[in-house]
């Protein structure tokens, strides 16, 4: 049976790369398990006067080169081992941009849809006052992620500026511009993958003005993906997603109209029948397009659909979307895979880009952060390409490669662990 526990498949990822580097047994050992971990257990007022108790986690998974950087879930089916691997991922992540910064991921489960507006806050302000202790700018800085917004990015900032008593903007990104954010952060995820998207299709020969893209969720990074696309590359964007499944038009969807179907009723599949055709995810994974963006969730590229994917690039936005047999597949079919945390390392690139924007109490205009973010991506790009080539190995392998080896060198440098 493929293994589809996403701690166990950054783990397996994690020993290819540590049987490549040649590192012992102890150092993988420390870099295999998270430094901390809180589980937290959140009392809410719900609207109707009854009290419900919410389960919440931060998984703190190493700063050796910085203070700790990662998202939060709202989830219904949020998991301590999804936290563990997305927190890993971040470290990885963060390292392979070079930004002075470790790993974390938090998550509640919850399901954000069923909760009013106010029940949002109460449960925003309550996992921040479960964990205000252990996070803050010098220490582990969260930010959004799935079906997390910039509004409680602001609520949960509040909060921990009222638990330590000053305004501590820099303890959480994602935050509205207005009170600390950053220009550019809405669609900092979408945009760099893009750029990524762009330094594929340049290796590969392809001309993204007569590309077709087929994006897995519809959501902040897959909907400004495809925007992006459609808007600085010409490309056609024939399929779109979301949880409840997909949309088809072989001559390019109406990107404006879908937004507002998902908007008025949460879905793209009630978009009007005669421009659009009904799909499923999973026949929206193995259609003919040049570009196959995953911006959903993980484990939707498997040894069992692998072998039918017919995209020649997968740009990876999504957290953990390829399963490690999968991975083997597509490189032996030639399938360029963008791999995670190089494709989506946008967003934490831009959250970094806040901190430092906040410590200076400095605000960049877009233009800036676009073009630091464009040389950021391009060159962590290359660095993997060059890497991939010299060494022979996939462009996930060889990601992990410059990542690892830059966090070991980083634990080794300030004592943590001795190298033979
Ligand atoms: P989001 O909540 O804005 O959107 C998620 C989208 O995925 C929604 O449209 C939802 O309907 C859809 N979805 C949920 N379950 C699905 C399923 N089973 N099949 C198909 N679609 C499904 O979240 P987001 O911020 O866009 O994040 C999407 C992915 O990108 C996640 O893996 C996240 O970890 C990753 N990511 C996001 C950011 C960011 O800054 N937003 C940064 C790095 C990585």
Excluded at 87 to 96: D, F, G, I, R, V
Excluded at 270 to 288: A, G, W, Y
Excluded at 359 to 373: N, P, Q, T
Aim: glycine share 8%.
């Amino acid at each position: 049976m493929e293994e589809l526990n996403p701690f166990e498949i950054a783990r397996k990822q994690l020993d290819d790369c540590a049987k490549i580097l040649n590192l012992s047994d102890d150092v993988r050992e420390i870099l295999r398990n998270p430094m901390r971990e809180l589980h937290v257990s959140i009392p809410v007022r719900m609207d109707d006067g009854s009290t419900k108790v919410f389960k919440g986690f931060r998984v703190q998974y190493n700063d050796a080169k910085g203070p700790m950087k990662g998202g939060i879930r709202f989830h219904p089916e949020e998991t301590i081992d999804t936290v563990r691997a997305l927190a890993a991922w971040m470290t990885w992540k963060c390292s392979l941009l070079d930004l002075p910064l470790g790993g974390g991921k938090g998550g509640v489960i919850c399901n954000p849809k069923e909760l009013s507006e106010n029940e949002l806050e109460r449960l925003s302000r309550g996992y921040i006052d479960k964990i205000w202790q252990f996070i803050g700018p010098n220490k582990d800085v969260p930010a959004p992620d799935v079906y997390t917004t910039p509004q409680m990015m602001a609520w949960m900032m509040d909060e921990f500026s009222k638990l330590t008593g000053s305004n501590e903007f820099g303890c959480i990104t994602g935050k509205p511009v207005c009170i600390g954010g950053s220009c550019g952060r809405d669609d900092a995820t979408a945009r760099g993958g893009i750029y990524t998207i762009r330094e594929a299709a340049k290796e590969l020969g392809i001309d993204l003005s007569k590309a077709t893209v087929a994006i897995q969720g519809y959501g902040n990074a897959g909907c400004n993906a495809a925007f992006l696309c459609r808007d600085l590359f010409g490309s056609k964007v024939v399929a779109i997603s979301d949880s409840k499944g997909g949309i088809y038009n072989k001559d390019g969807l109406d990107l404006e109209l879908a937004c507002r179907v998902k908007s008025d009723t949460r879905t793209v599949t009630n978009s009007p029948r005669d421009t659009t055709q009904k799909i499923s995810n999973e026949e929206l994974v193995e259609l003919d397009v040049d570009i196959l963006i995953t911006a959903a969730l993980e484990n939707v590229i498997t040894k069992e659909n692998a072998p039918n994917v017919k995209a020649k690039i997968i740009a990876e936005l999504a957290n953990g979307p390829t399963t490690p047999e999968a991975d083997e597949i597509l490189y032996k079919n030639g399938v360029h895979v963008i791999p995670d945390f190089l494709c989506n390392a946008g967003g934490v690139t831009v959250s970094y880009f806040e901190m430092v924007q906040n410590i200076d109490r400095y605000c960049w205009d877009v233009e800036d952060v676009y073009k630091r973010l464009d040389d950021r991506m391009t060159q962590a790009y290359h660095t993997v390409l060059n890497a991939s080539k010299t060494y022979n190995l996939n462009m996930r392998q060889a990601a992990y490669v410059v990542a690892v080896n830059r966090v070991v060198e980083a634990m080794q440098l300030r004592g943590w662990i001795k190298m033979n």
